[in-house]
């Protein structure tokens, strides 16, 4: 400040990121200690990362379609026009996919999450 030019950043900590914080995070010398269930336990779904996107429930044959990653024609509707990203479920309440929406009225899955 005194010599005018401005400032030099020496070090940046990120507190938050949407719903993360350092406070429910793990380093990964901590997550070596964990066993598997209890690393379950702490995962965040990504409907709870992104509660902002659409949700579409799809019918049993959309859903099939969906899984092997075929695109799905859907009704003119404003929000899922605009919308970033489309999470996907099937009748029972699971993800299947997030899509985004394609200029000829298509949804086309980017991520297609499979059981097992």
């Known amino acids: 400040k005194k010599l005018g030019p401005g400032a030099m950043l020496t070090e940046l900590v990120r507190t938050r990121v949407g719903i993360f914080t350092l406070e429910n995070g793990y380093d990964l010398s901590r997550l070596e200690t964990l066993t598997p269930e209890q690393i379950r336990s702490g995962l965040v779904s990504v ?4 509660p ?3 949700k579409l429930v799809l019918t049993a044959e959309q859903a099939r379609r969906v899984e092997h990653g075929n695109a799905l024609r859907f009704t003119q509707d404003r929000e899922l026009e ?3 990203r489309i999470l996907l479920y099937n009748q ?4 299947l996919a997030v899509a985004r929406t394609e200029a000829n009225g298509y949804l086309q899955p980017v991520m297609v999450f499979r059981e097992g």
Request: aromatic fraction near 14%.
């Open 47 to 50: 409907a709870q990362v992104f």
């Open 92 to 95: 029972e309440g699971r993800l």
């Open 82 to 84: 605009i919308a970033e």
């Open 52 to 54: 902002h996107w659409p």
